[in-house]
């Protein structure tokens, strides 16, 4: 039989870093006075940090030199990472530890395939970091999702072919990026909204353990 490796996003999928996210951006917003709302940070999930000012200043009609673009970029990081400085173990999304360490007695490979540059830190914060065979994130990739070439590099650092491969995602970029890598995709969250994903699952509260050793099996 041949290995199956799961690939878990992190954003939406491990933890729900989107609020904390969401309150940097706000708080730039605001001191741009660009409007910014719940509903505004829906489009930044997924989407690399550049991307996501590069769209904020796109929503305030701003243009601004490549200087006050970085600087900006800074001062978002520097407030999310004050947010996230703050998270533990508490903060694992349900059932998430369950089924990680279901795939780890199994000798299953596991990734991190995450458009994050802080999702070490964050992994480390909430003790999950163990768990992962390798760590693919905003370092290391050069394309953003729905570019597949995070869960394509995730599969090539666990040695198991792209179609061998299962990703959980939060993000439409992400179920995008999973399906153009021939993967397996398992959207977490609204199914109307991920319903192009092979399997939809509310959170992982719904997920059956055999459902995963059947696809680990198949
Ligand atoms: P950072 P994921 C993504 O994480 C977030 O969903 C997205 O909102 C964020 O802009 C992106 O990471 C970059 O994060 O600023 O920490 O590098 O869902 O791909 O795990
Ligand atoms: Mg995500």
């Known amino acids: 039989m041949n290995t199956t490796g799961f690939i878990f996003d992190l954003d939406g999928v491990i933890v729900d ?17 660009i409007e910014f709302t719940k509903e505004d940070n829906e489009q ?20 601004v030199s490549q200087e006050q673009f970085d600087a900006w970029m800074v001062e978002k990081n520097e407030d999310y990472l004050a947010h996230i400085e703050k998270m533990d173990a508490s903060e694992i999304l349900p059932d998430v530890a369950k089924v990680l360490e279901h795939l780890k007695s199994n000798k299953t490979p596991i990734a991190l395939g995450s458009a994050s540059k802080n999702a070490r830190p964050i992994l480390e914060k909430v003790k999950l970091l163990s768990y992962f065979d390798t760590i693919v994130d905003g370092n290391s990739v050069s394309k953003a999702k729905p570019d597949p070439e995070v ?17 959980f995602e939060d993000a439409v970029a992400g179920i995008a990026a999973a399906n153009a890598a021939e993967m397996v995709s398992i959207g977490i969250g609204e199914s109307d909204v991920l319903h192009e994903a092979d399997h939809n699952f509310t959170d992982f509260t719904e997920i059956d353990l055999t459902f995963l050793d059947a696809l680990a099996n198949k």
Request: proline content about 2%; charged content about 25%.
């Open 17 to 33: 870093t989107a609020k904390y996210h969401y309150l940097a951006w706000k708080k730039l917003a605001d001191e741009l006075g």
């Open 44 to 63: 930044f999930k997924g989407v690399s940090r550049k991307r996501c000012l590069e769209i904020l200043l796109e929503m305030g009609g701003r243009s």
């Open 151 to 167: 869960f394509l590099i995730a599969a090539q650092q666990l040695n198991v072919a792209p179609d061998r491969c299962v990703v």
